[in-house]
């Protein structure tokens, strides 16, 4: 299970960004994660939780924003949002698409204290 391996990531850049703040606890950690991360996001959930404790992270809020997959039509020009995996344009169907977002995960933000 990778998230894991992405929880113990995001724990040591807590670290670090609370360290360059002067913070001594992190009270929220807000991410975006894409469908098309490969992230499960309620094991993601279960992995914060149980490795967070006795951190800087001890008692912090997660707050996961789902980001659906964002596309823009290299033949129509159109940009849309879809939930699903599908490489196309819904507007007209070509397969000439290009990603502009929901593949990743970002930490969007800190609330530390």
Known sequence: MH???VVQALLNQCEEIAKQNDAERVTKVITKIGVMSGIETHLLQIAFD???E???CDGADFV???QKL???CKECQEEFEI???RYYCIHCQ???VKVLDGEDMYLMSLEMN
């Open 64 to 66: 996961i924003h789902k």
């Open 50 to 52: 149980t490795f967070k």
């Open 94 to 96: 070509s397969m000439k």
């Open 54 to 56: 006795g951190t800087i």
């Open 3 to 5: 998230e894991y391996s």
């Open 70 to 72: 964002k596309l823009k």
């Open 83 to 85: 939930d699903e995996v």
